[in-house]
């Protein structure tokens, strides 16, 4: 089975830095389609940052644009999300997603929804 594996998370200060890492495994076909989610409490969840694996087209929410980077290493079969200039309203819990379907990975915005395998999250929690 496809099983996604966060790693990386924790607590840092405002204006401060943390790679989260997505080891993926047991697939039997290429997970094509490949993005970070976040929840915050009392908030939906939100797609922040989508890469199409097999060209390596991207995709960013505005609000962490020019801040946080996706991508990937097939070598170790990990996807990153580097984020630089962290902000409190970052906090949430980070989660990895995939899918082996190629099309429209994303189309002007992330959507959990066609994202059919999931990781169990890594917390990031940024204080002012």
């Known amino acids: 089975q496809v099983q996604l594996v966060e790693s990386g998370g924790g607590s840092v200060q405002a204006g401060g830095s943390l790679r989260l890492s997505c080891a993926a495994s047991?697939?039997?076909?290429?997970?094509?389609?490949m993005g970070w989610f976040r929840q915050a409490p009392g908030k939906e969840r939100e797609g922040v940052a989508g890469?199409?694996?097999?060209?390596?087209?991207?995709y960013y929410v505005d609000s962490v644009k020019g801040r946080f980077t996706i991508s990937q290493d097939n070598a170790k079969n990990t996807l990153y999300l580097q984020m630089n200039s962290l902000k409190p309203e970052d906090t949430a819990m980070y989660y990895c997603?995939?899918?082996?379907?190629?099309?429209?990975?994303?189309?002007?915005?992330?959507?959990?929804?066609?994202?059919?395998?999931w990781g169990q999250g890594t917390q990031v929690t940024v204080s002012s």
């Open positions: 890469i199409y694996t097999g060209g390596g087209r991207t």
């Open positions: 997603a995939a899918d082996y379907r190629r099309s429209d990975c994303f189309s002007g915005r992330l959507d959990e929804d066609r994202y059919n395998y």
């Open positions: 047991g697939y039997p076909l290429w997970l094509y389609c």
